[in-house]
């Protein structure tokens, strides 16, 4: 049983960092896109989380099948968990099950860009037709200035939507509302503003001490009580507004799962976006799926798989279902790229 302070010790980082500091973050934490330890005990393996007991990807695919939400957790910036993503939504297909796509790294207020570019024919023939379609729908979405990789990770999931008509939708907030959120939380906005953002009503001063404690680290361990007080007022709002998304979408189409692709904090223990679902719609089934990298030195399932206490409440295990992967190559210290906005923030205080 891990405690909150001890929980840390072993958490990887650039994850949380990047949902706090959004999209543009990502092309700086990697050098290359080549995978570590292929040849990993684990690696490729899928676990059940009560009992630890490996599954075969036919087995946990039959559960998915029966599920009204399959989240699929991701690291963002690696590879192979996009590329396990896009062979899930494959496999449920040609199951003969036809998932609506969500995707935390796009808005609400994008879903209408990506329903028009699923819906629309190419003006033209070949190649050339479908590059002006994909340049197009980049530049709505505000995609240009990041990386090649980074776009293509998420747009060959968005393509086989397309070719194959399947819903997709943007579930999170938008960049500019996260950021206006980080410099002001939910009270500093105006009436506006606050018609955009979804307050929560979500309380639970134990998982808002670990969210504080989490962001801190994320960090570097800098971070004065207003300004994480801000971040978990965005943190929240994101997590509902990606819930409302879900709830709303699978209303619409209740014999079809949503499949959600996101960063596995916004579902560990089955909390954040996981919770929020099952406040809005209580008979809603969900399966918490987490793509895991590996560690070259941790070999046993169980060392990824520990529950959290925190002052003497259990918040269970992390994740219901682990599919473990390659890792990417050793990342740039997020805390050197942190430390260059750290002084700009502490002048805004």
């Known amino acids: 049983m891990l405690t909150i302070n001890n929980?840390?010790?072993?958490?990887?980082?650039?994850?949380?960092?990047?949902?706090?500091?959004?999209?543009?973050?990502?092309?700086?934490?990697?050098?290359?896109?080549?995978l570590l330890?292929?040849?990993?005990?684990?690696?490729?393996?899928?676990?059940?989380?009560?009992?630890?007991?490996?599954?075969?990807?036919?087995?946990?695919?039959?559960?998915?099948?029966?599920?009204?939400?399959?989240?699929?957790?991701?690291?963002?910036?690696?590879t192979y968990h996009h590329k396990t993503q896009l062979d899930v939504i494959k496999a449920l297909v040609e199951k003969g099950v036809r998932p609506a796509i969500g995707f935390e790294f796009f808005s609400r207020h994008q879903t209408s860009h990506l329903i028009k570019h699923q819906k629309a024919k190419d003006s033209g023939h070949g190649s050339h037709a479908k590059g002006d379609a994909e340049k197009r729908l980049r530049r709505q979405l505000g995609w240009?200035?990041?990386?090649?990789?980074?776009?293509?990770?998420?747009?060959?999931?968005?393509?086989?939507a397309r070719e194959n008509k399947l819903s997709v939708f943007g579930a999170d907030l938008s960049a500019g509302m996260r950021k206006r959120m980080s410099k002001v939380g939910y009270s500093g906005l105006s009436p506006v503003e606050k018609l955009l953002v979804p307050a929560s009503d979500f309380k639970d001063e134990n998982y808002r001490e670990y969210m504080h404690e989490n962001f801190v680290r994320a960090h570097c361990g800098w971070g004065n009580d207003a300004y994480l007080a801000r971040l978990y007022d965005a943190?929240?709002?994101?997590?509902?507004?990606?819930?409302?998304?879900?709830?709303?979408?699978?209303?619409?189409?209740?014999?079809?799962?949503?499949?959600?692709?996101?960063?596995?904090?916004?579902?560990?223990?089955?909390?954040?976006?996981?919770?929020?679902?099952?406040?809005?719609?209580?008979?809603?089934?969900?399966?918490?799926?987490?793509?895991?990298?590996?560690?070259?030195?941790?070999?046993?399932?169980g060392e990824y798989l520990q529950p959290l206490e925190i002052n003497?409440?259990?918040?269970?295990?992390?994740?219901?279902?682990?599919?473990?992967?390659?890792?990417?190559?050793?990342?740039?210290d997020h805390c050197a790229v942190f430390n260059k906005r750290k002084e700009k923030l502490n002048k805004k205080e």
């Open 7 to 34: 929980y840390f010790n072993g958490l990887r980082l650039a994850g949380v960092l990047l949902s706090l500091v959004g999209v543009a973050a990502c092309s700086s934490l990697h050098k290359q896109p080549a």
């Open 37 to 78: 330890h292929t040849d990993h005990p684990l690696s490729g393996k899928i676990y059940k989380a009560d009992g630890l007991v490996q599954v075969s990807f036919p087995e946990l695919l039959d559960t998915m099948s029966k599920s009204d939400v399959i989240y699929l957790g991701e690291n963002h910036d690696n």
């Open 144 to 160: 240009d200035s990041n990386r090649d990789q980074d776009w293509q990770r998420l747009y060959a999931i968005l393509q086989y």
């Open 235 to 301: 943190w929240l709002s994101r997590n509902e507004a990606m819930a409302q998304s879900i709830v709303a979408t699978h209303k619409d189409v209740p014999d079809q799962p949503v499949v959600m692709i996101l960063g596995g904090g916004h579902i560990e223990f089955n909390m954040a976006v996981y919770e929020r679902v099952e406040h809005l719609q209580a008979d809603i089934r969900q399966i918490n799926l987490r793509l895991q990298e590996v560690d070259a030195e941790s070999i046993e399932p």
């Open 312 to 332: 003497e409440q259990n918040y269970g295990l992390p994740h219901e279902y682990v599919w473990f992967t390659p890792s990417m190559p050793d990342r740039i």
